[in-house]
């Protein structure tokens, strides 16, 4: 029920006063409420629930995480590194 | 697809295992509270790849489930009124109350619909002013914020004829029943991600601390469940009982503060009784005064139903932690997803019916 699906916004506009917008899920485009993501710029990637973002998805983090899972793989390949850790 | 495929990939799921396997040293029981994370661990088969020192509970953190037999019971009451559209997501429909769920009533004539979103139910509102709309406005802290825009735009509309039949249930008011339950058995939790999208995890330092659980807020890829319970483990095998970000490429500490801002605006706290588990103090929202002509609860009279749950279902303590599905003499017999006895078997993210679809029954 809480999932929630990234998505790239492709198009930002105003209906009944409530910002909305177009958003692409990997070739699906579906129409999505944005009035919780004011900072929201065309091209930005958010995470659809129910049909509104619930934040937008940073790019910055996103590439910190998958860098330090990296990092342990690299790591416990090392030799040596299974008697270090146990 | 970008932000999906690299949480999937099968190198970073192995590696995560290993050092998961290089981490751990005593048994240790996590509980993820998202049924959705309970759902991916068992679609992809996280729990098996795990040393048998970990063992994953699961958490009461599906809307469906929880949902309590006395407001499905409601829901199918206002539904079979005449001249009502009852409008619902689509998870909501199979549930049983104490005789039926929606799909039946829609077989016997009422007029049930499912939607994709509350701002779809306030359309079918515009192009149905003749007939009474009415939403059922279940979910956490996740949901809240839609199913609350839709009561703001039925206000600003001026729409006579829309309502919502409230079921909000929060998280930390349950973590707060499970640690202090003397059945406890979770040592560490894996918070929701997308509660804490919107909530951020400022309400959950004090809790770690109170009752010396880790708490790692974690998302629903393979990548990020196994990443959520490696920072649980270190924690764990450390003695540290800290609040800890393993999701922050969507969750920040304070959230989603105009979606806190409208929760705030158009709900209140109230105590509310959680299916198979029972009444949680201050653990749901309810609609504040200034919007309770909106309350399909008051607009249809419907406030005295006591219903009956089974006797035989211990989906209550699988809820908590306390047991396992396969515990229950009923579970794939008595009790299955097409005959659900309880809340657990009821949603496709209850752990009962997780480990019914994806065969837990033949590992035990």
Redesign the interface.
Known sequence: ????V?G?IIEIYET???SMGKVD??GVIRET?L????EAQVGD?T?I????A??L???E??L???DL??Q??EL?ALPGA?GE?? | MKYLTEYRDAGLVHTLVDEIRRTVKRNWVVMEICGGQTHAIMRYGLDQLLPPEIELVHGPGCPVCVTSLELIDKALEIASQPGVIFTSYGDMLRVPGSGRDLFSVRASGGDVRVVYSPLDAIKIAQLNPDKQVVFFAIGFETTAPANAMSVIQAEALGLKNYSVLVSHVRVPPAMHAILGSPENRVQAFMAAGHVCAVMGYWEYPPIAHQYKVPIVVTGFEPVDILQGLLLSIRQLETGRFETENGYPRVVTFEGNRPAQDVLQRVFQECDRKWRGIGLIPASGWQLRSEYAHLDAETRFSVDQIQPEESPICISGQVLQGVKKPLQCPAFGGLCTPEHPLGATMVSSEGACAAYYHYGREAYG
């Open positions: 029920m809480c999932l929630g990234p790239k009944g006063g409530l899920f990997g409420c009035a919780y993501v004011p990637y995470i629930h129910v049909g509104f619930l934040n998805i940073s790019e983090e996103a910190e995480t998958l899972l990296r342990i793989g416990s299974e850790a146990s």
